[in-house]
Protein backbone atom coordinates (compact mmCIF):
# COMPACT_ATOMS: atom_id res chain seq x y z
CA UNK A 1 0.00 0.00 0.00
CA UNK A 2 1.40 3.71 -0.57
CA UNK A 3 0.39 6.37 1.86
CA UNK A 4 -2.63 7.36 -0.22
CA UNK A 5 -4.47 3.76 0.19
CA UNK A 6 -3.05 3.41 4.54
CA UNK A 7 -5.60 4.80 6.90
CA UNK A 8 -5.47 7.88 8.60
CA UNK A 9 -3.61 7.39 11.92
CA UNK A 10 -3.36 10.07 14.67
CA UNK A 11 -0.74 10.17 17.07
CA UNK A 12 -1.47 12.35 19.77
CA UNK A 13 1.19 13.72 22.17
CA UNK A 14 0.07 14.41 25.58
CA UNK A 15 2.13 17.14 27.47
CA UNK A 16 2.32 18.88 30.94
CA UNK A 17 5.65 20.26 32.45
CA UNK A 18 7.82 18.43 30.76
CA UNK A 19 9.66 20.81 28.95
CA UNK A 20 13.47 19.21 29.61
CA UNK A 21 12.08 16.28 27.26
CA UNK A 22 9.19 17.35 25.29
CA UNK A 23 11.60 18.40 22.21
CA UNK A 24 13.15 15.05 22.57
CA UNK A 25 9.53 13.54 22.20
CA UNK A 26 7.81 15.64 19.75
CA UNK A 27 10.92 15.14 17.26
CA UNK A 28 10.47 11.37 18.01
CA UNK A 29 6.91 11.77 16.12
CA UNK A 30 8.28 13.78 13.47
CA UNK A 31 10.40 11.26 12.49
CA UNK A 32 7.38 8.86 12.15
CA UNK A 33 7.92 6.36 8.78
CA UNK A 34 4.04 6.01 8.51
CA UNK A 35 2.56 8.04 5.79
CA UNK A 36 -0.85 9.28 6.67
CA UNK A 37 0.00 10.34 9.88
CA UNK A 38 -1.58 13.43 11.77
CA UNK A 39 0.12 14.49 14.58
CA UNK A 40 -1.75 16.01 17.41
CA UNK A 41 0.44 18.34 20.40
CA UNK A 42 -2.15 18.96 23.43
CA UNK A 43 -0.68 20.60 25.97
CA UNK A 44 -2.90 20.64 29.57
CA UNK A 45 -2.29 23.78 31.08
CA UNK A 46 1.92 23.67 31.64
CA UNK A 47 3.10 26.37 33.66
CA UNK A 48 6.55 25.91 32.38
CA UNK A 49 8.18 26.27 28.59
CA UNK A 50 6.60 22.94 27.55
CA UNK A 51 4.05 24.94 24.66
CA UNK A 52 6.38 27.59 23.66
CA UNK A 53 8.89 24.62 22.69
CA UNK A 54 6.09 22.80 20.92
CA UNK A 55 4.92 25.73 19.44
CA UNK A 56 8.55 26.72 18.04
CA UNK A 57 8.68 23.15 16.85
CA UNK A 58 5.46 23.38 15.22
CA UNK A 59 6.10 26.62 13.66
CA UNK A 60 9.66 25.48 12.15
CA UNK A 61 8.18 21.85 10.94
CA UNK A 62 8.10 21.30 7.44
CA UNK A 63 7.80 17.31 6.79
CA UNK A 64 5.24 15.25 5.67
CA UNK A 65 2.73 14.62 8.51
CA UNK A 66 -0.36 16.70 9.48
CA UNK A 67 0.43 18.70 12.66
CA UNK A 68 -2.03 20.34 15.05
CA UNK A 69 -1.27 22.33 17.88
CA UNK A 70 -3.87 22.00 20.95
CA UNK A 71 -4.02 24.32 24.36
CA UNK A 72 -6.31 21.90 26.57
CA UNK A 73 -8.13 23.20 29.75
CA UNK A 74 -10.34 20.34 29.83
CA UNK A 75 -11.87 19.25 33.21
CA UNK A 76 -11.49 15.73 34.47
CA UNK A 77 -7.79 15.22 34.81
CA UNK A 78 -5.61 13.01 32.39
CA UNK A 79 -8.73 11.03 30.85
CA UNK A 80 -10.52 14.55 30.09
CA UNK A 81 -7.40 15.62 28.24
CA UNK A 82 -7.27 12.30 26.84
CA UNK A 83 -10.63 13.19 25.32
CA UNK A 84 -10.26 16.53 24.43
CA UNK A 85 -7.18 15.68 22.46
CA UNK A 86 -9.64 12.79 20.91
CA UNK A 87 -11.74 15.20 19.05
CA UNK A 88 -9.28 17.04 17.63
CA UNK A 89 -7.64 14.58 15.97
CA UNK A 90 -9.38 12.61 12.67
CA UNK A 91 -7.78 9.15 12.67
CA UNK A 92 -8.85 5.77 12.60
CA UNK A 93 -6.34 4.28 15.29
CA UNK A 94 -5.00 6.65 17.70
CA UNK A 95 -1.47 6.27 19.62
CA UNK A 96 -0.85 7.74 22.54
CA UNK A 97 2.16 9.69 23.55
CA UNK A 98 3.96 11.19 26.46
CA UNK A 99 5.64 14.71 26.70
CA UNK A 100 8.42 12.95 28.37
CA UNK A 101 8.87 9.40 26.26
CA UNK A 102 10.12 8.84 22.71
CA UNK A 103 8.96 6.65 20.24
CA UNK A 104 10.71 4.63 17.57
CA UNK A 105 10.47 5.70 14.28
CA UNK A 106 8.47 2.76 13.03
CA UNK A 107 5.84 2.69 16.23
CA UNK A 108 3.05 3.88 14.49
CA UNK A 109 3.58 1.87 11.03
CA UNK A 110 3.86 -1.71 13.31
CA UNK A 111 1.33 -0.60 15.59
CA UNK A 112 -1.01 0.02 12.67
CA UNK A 113 -0.53 -3.11 10.66
CA UNK A 114 -1.27 -5.18 13.63
CA UNK A 115 -4.12 -3.10 13.96
CA UNK A 116 -5.26 -3.77 10.47
CA UNK A 117 -3.91 -7.56 10.27
CA UNK A 118 -6.19 -8.14 13.37
CA UNK A 119 -9.00 -5.45 13.76
CA UNK A 120 -7.59 -5.22 17.45
CA UNK A 121 -9.62 -2.23 19.75
CA UNK A 122 -6.54 -1.94 22.02
CA UNK A 123 -2.87 -2.49 21.21
CA UNK A 124 0.00 -2.43 23.05
CA UNK A 125 4.01 -3.24 22.66
CA UNK A 126 6.39 -3.74 25.09
CA UNK A 127 8.75 -0.61 25.92
CA UNK A 128 12.34 0.10 27.24
CA UNK A 129 12.65 1.81 30.68
CA UNK A 130 15.21 5.22 30.32
CA UNK A 131 16.04 7.90 33.08
CA UNK A 132 16.17 11.11 32.85
CA UNK A 133 19.48 11.14 31.11
CA UNK A 134 17.94 8.83 28.69
CA UNK A 135 19.86 5.59 29.28
CA UNK A 136 18.21 2.36 28.96
CA UNK A 137 17.59 0.97 32.16
CA UNK A 138 15.03 -2.39 31.85
CA UNK A 139 13.27 -3.58 28.82
CA UNK A 140 9.35 -4.43 29.84
CA UNK A 141 7.00 -6.53 28.92
CA UNK A 142 4.02 -7.57 30.92
CA UNK A 143 4.31 -7.80 34.42
CA UNK A 144 2.91 -8.43 37.71
CA UNK A 145 0.40 -5.32 39.13
CA UNK A 146 -0.68 -4.20 41.60
CA UNK A 147 -3.93 -3.98 39.89
CA UNK A 148 -4.20 -6.14 36.67
CA UNK A 149 -7.19 -6.37 33.88
CA UNK A 150 -6.59 -9.42 32.83
CA UNK A 151 -7.46 -10.65 36.00
CA UNK A 152 -11.16 -9.52 35.52
CA UNK A 153 -11.82 -11.51 32.48
CA UNK A 154 -10.85 -14.77 33.02
CA UNK A 155 -12.52 -16.53 29.53
CA UNK A 156 -10.71 -13.43 27.62
CA UNK A 157 -7.18 -12.18 26.44
CA UNK A 158 -7.27 -8.79 27.66
CA UNK A 159 -4.44 -7.77 29.78
CA UNK A 160 -3.33 -4.44 31.67
CA UNK A 161 -2.18 -2.27 29.13
CA UNK A 162 0.95 0.39 29.26
CA UNK A 163 -0.67 3.62 28.44
CA UNK A 164 2.86 4.88 27.21
CA UNK A 165 3.06 2.26 24.79
CA UNK A 166 -0.78 1.61 23.80
CA UNK A 167 -2.90 2.83 21.06
CA UNK A 168 -6.63 2.36 20.47
CA UNK A 169 -9.23 1.97 17.77
CA UNK A 170 -10.99 5.32 17.50
CA UNK A 171 -14.69 3.41 17.19
CA UNK A 172 -13.60 1.92 20.37
CA UNK A 173 -13.11 4.93 22.60
CA UNK A 174 -15.83 6.98 21.35
CA UNK A 175 -18.27 3.84 22.39
CA UNK A 176 -16.96 4.61 25.77
CA UNK A 177 -18.60 7.39 28.17
CA UNK A 178 -15.81 9.37 30.02
CA UNK A 179 -17.22 8.94 33.81
CA UNK A 180 -18.29 12.21 35.85
CA UNK A 181 -14.68 12.17 38.09
CA UNK A 182 -11.45 12.68 37.78
CA UNK A 183 -9.04 9.85 36.20
CA UNK A 184 -5.31 9.93 36.08
CA UNK A 185 -4.34 6.19 34.51
CA UNK A 186 -6.28 6.85 31.05
CA UNK A 187 -5.06 3.31 30.36
CA UNK A 188 -6.57 1.50 33.47
CA UNK A 189 -9.85 3.01 32.38
CA UNK A 190 -10.13 1.94 28.63
CA UNK A 191 -8.91 -1.45 29.71
CA UNK A 192 -11.22 -2.18 32.32
CA UNK A 193 -14.07 -0.07 30.17
CA UNK A 194 -13.08 -2.18 26.71
CA UNK A 195 -12.65 -5.65 28.71
CA UNK A 196 -16.03 -5.18 29.59
CA UNK A 197 -17.55 -4.63 26.45
CA UNK A 198 -15.52 -7.77 25.48
CA UNK A 199 -13.20 -6.04 23.04
CA UNK A 200 -9.59 -7.16 21.44
CA UNK A 201 -6.35 -6.36 22.61
CA UNK A 202 -3.39 -7.36 21.15
CA UNK A 203 0.14 -7.15 22.52
CA UNK A 204 3.32 -6.67 20.31
CA UNK A 205 6.43 -8.03 22.11
CA UNK A 206 8.77 -5.25 20.52
CA UNK A 207 10.01 -2.20 22.33
CA UNK A 208 8.60 0.41 20.27
CA UNK A 209 8.87 3.19 23.15
CA UNK A 210 11.52 4.53 25.39
CA UNK A 211 9.45 5.20 28.53
CA UNK A 212 11.18 7.94 30.70
CA UNK A 213 11.40 7.53 34.29
CA UNK A 214 12.03 10.91 36.52
CA UNK A 215 11.33 12.58 39.75
CA UNK A 216 8.47 15.18 38.07
CA UNK A 217 6.78 12.63 35.62
CA UNK A 218 2.68 12.13 36.41
CA UNK A 219 2.70 8.57 36.72
CA UNK A 220 5.72 8.44 39.25
CA UNK A 221 4.01 10.93 42.14
CA UNK A 222 5.68 8.89 44.67
CA UNK A 223 9.44 9.75 42.94
CA UNK A 224 8.30 13.59 43.21
CA UNK A 225 7.60 13.36 47.18
CA UNK A 226 10.46 15.13 49.28
CA UNK A 227 9.73 13.05 52.22
CA UNK A 228 8.46 9.35 52.71
CA UNK A 229 5.56 10.83 54.48
CA UNK A 230 4.31 12.68 51.26
CA UNK A 231 5.25 9.62 49.11
CA UNK A 232 2.77 7.35 51.17
CA UNK A 233 0.09 10.03 50.60
CA UNK A 234 0.63 10.42 47.02
CA UNK A 235 0.03 6.44 47.56
CA UNK A 236 -3.16 6.63 49.45
CA UNK A 237 -4.49 9.68 46.63
CA UNK A 238 -3.85 7.55 43.69
CA UNK A 239 -5.06 3.93 45.51
CA UNK A 240 -8.30 6.51 46.33
CA UNK A 241 -8.70 7.28 42.64
CA UNK A 242 -8.31 3.49 41.60
CA UNK A 243 -10.76 2.48 43.65
CA UNK A 244 -13.07 4.65 42.87
CA UNK A 245 -12.88 3.50 38.89
CA UNK A 246 -12.82 0.16 40.27
CA UNK A 247 -16.67 0.47 41.77
CA UNK A 248 -17.13 2.51 38.51
CA UNK A 249 -16.65 -0.52 36.14
CA UNK A 250 -18.49 -2.68 39.10
CA UNK A 251 -21.29 -1.05 38.95
CA UNK A 252 -21.19 -1.39 34.95
CA UNK A 253 -20.39 -5.18 35.49
CA UNK A 254 -23.31 -5.50 37.79
CA UNK A 255 -26.13 -3.58 36.33
CA UNK A 256 -25.29 -5.64 32.64
CA UNK A 257 -23.60 -2.75 30.69
CA UNK A 258 -21.02 -5.10 29.34
CA UNK A 259 -21.49 -7.83 26.28
CA UNK A 260 -19.45 -8.18 22.99
CA UNK A 261 -20.90 -5.13 21.04
CA UNK A 262 -20.84 -7.21 18.25
CA UNK A 263 -22.77 -10.56 19.49
CA UNK A 264 -24.10 -9.28 22.49
CA UNK A 265 -22.93 -12.24 24.67
CA UNK A 266 -22.14 -11.27 28.04
CA UNK A 267 -18.50 -11.24 29.30
CA UNK A 268 -17.77 -13.28 32.24
CA UNK A 269 -16.21 -11.26 34.57
CA UNK A 270 -14.32 -12.32 38.05
CA UNK A 271 -16.79 -9.71 40.32
CA UNK A 272 -14.95 -11.11 43.61
CA UNK A 273 -11.95 -10.31 42.34
CA UNK A 274 -12.80 -6.58 41.05
CA UNK A 275 -14.47 -6.37 44.31
CA UNK A 276 -11.57 -7.73 46.15
CA UNK A 277 -9.16 -5.42 44.72
CA UNK A 278 -11.40 -2.30 44.77
CA UNK A 279 -11.73 -3.35 48.99
CA UNK A 280 -7.68 -3.35 48.47
CA UNK A 281 -7.51 0.27 47.06
CA UNK A 282 -9.92 1.39 49.40
CA UNK A 283 -7.95 0.15 52.66
CA UNK A 284 -4.35 1.61 50.93
CA UNK A 285 -5.84 5.23 50.30
CA UNK A 286 -6.97 4.86 54.49
CA UNK A 287 -3.95 3.39 55.31
CA UNK A 288 -2.25 5.88 57.73
CA UNK A 289 -5.76 6.50 59.15
CA UNK A 290 -5.93 2.79 60.06
CA UNK A 291 -5.12 0.85 63.29
CA UNK A 292 -2.50 -2.24 62.85
CA UNK A 293 -5.48 -4.75 63.71
CA UNK A 294 -7.22 -3.14 60.71
CA UNK A 295 -4.45 -3.25 58.50
CA UNK A 296 -3.68 -7.16 59.42
CA UNK A 297 -7.75 -8.04 58.53
CA UNK A 298 -6.96 -5.84 55.09
CA UNK A 299 -4.60 -8.44 53.67
CA UNK A 300 -7.69 -10.92 52.74
CA UNK A 301 -8.07 -8.67 50.41
CA UNK A 302 -4.83 -9.12 48.82
CA UNK A 303 -5.21 -11.07 45.51
CA UNK A 304 -1.58 -10.98 43.87
CA UNK A 305 2.09 -11.14 45.07
CA UNK A 306 2.44 -7.37 44.16
CA UNK A 307 -0.07 -6.54 46.79
CA UNK A 308 1.31 -8.40 49.13
CA UNK A 309 4.43 -6.70 48.64
CA UNK A 310 3.05 -3.24 49.31
CA UNK A 311 0.83 -4.18 52.62
CA UNK A 312 3.60 -6.79 54.41
CA UNK A 313 6.11 -3.83 55.33
CA UNK A 314 3.50 -1.22 56.12
CA UNK A 315 1.69 -2.94 58.82
CA UNK A 316 2.98 -1.46 61.07
CA UNK A 317 3.20 1.89 60.30
CA UNK A 318 5.82 4.06 58.61
CA UNK A 319 7.88 4.15 61.63
CA UNK A 320 8.75 0.37 61.03
CA UNK A 321 8.60 1.94 56.98
CA UNK A 322 11.42 3.87 57.50
CA UNK A 323 13.48 1.61 59.39
CA UNK A 324 12.91 -1.52 56.70
CA UNK A 325 13.65 1.05 54.04
CA UNK A 326 17.26 1.42 55.95
CA UNK A 327 17.94 -1.65 56.17
CA UNK A 328 16.86 -2.94 52.64
CA UNK A 329 16.87 -0.09 50.60
CA UNK A 330 13.76 -0.95 49.55
CA UNK A 331 10.38 -1.57 50.37
Not at 40 to 68: K, M, N, Q, W
Not at 76 to 81: A, I, K, P, Q, S
Not at 109 to 127: E, F, M, N, Q, V
Request: charged fraction near 25%; hydrophobic fraction near 45%; charge should be positive.
Amino acid sequence: MDGAELPRVSLILLTFNQQLYVAEAARSAFAQDYPNLELVFSDHGSSDGTLAILEELVAGYSGPHRVILNRSDAPGGVLGHVYDALARSSGGLIVGASGDDVSRPDRVSRLAARWRSTGAAILCSASETIDSDGRVLATRGRRDMVHDVARYFPDSHAFHVHGAAAAYDRRALEALAPPDFDVMSEDMFFGLMLGLRGARFEYLDEPLVRYRLHDKALSNPVAAAATLAAAEYAIERHSARAARLLRHAEDAATNGRHCDPGHGRPIRVDLRRLRADAAFHEARAGWSRLSPARRLGALRWARSPAQLRWMLPRLFGQRFLALQKQLTGRA
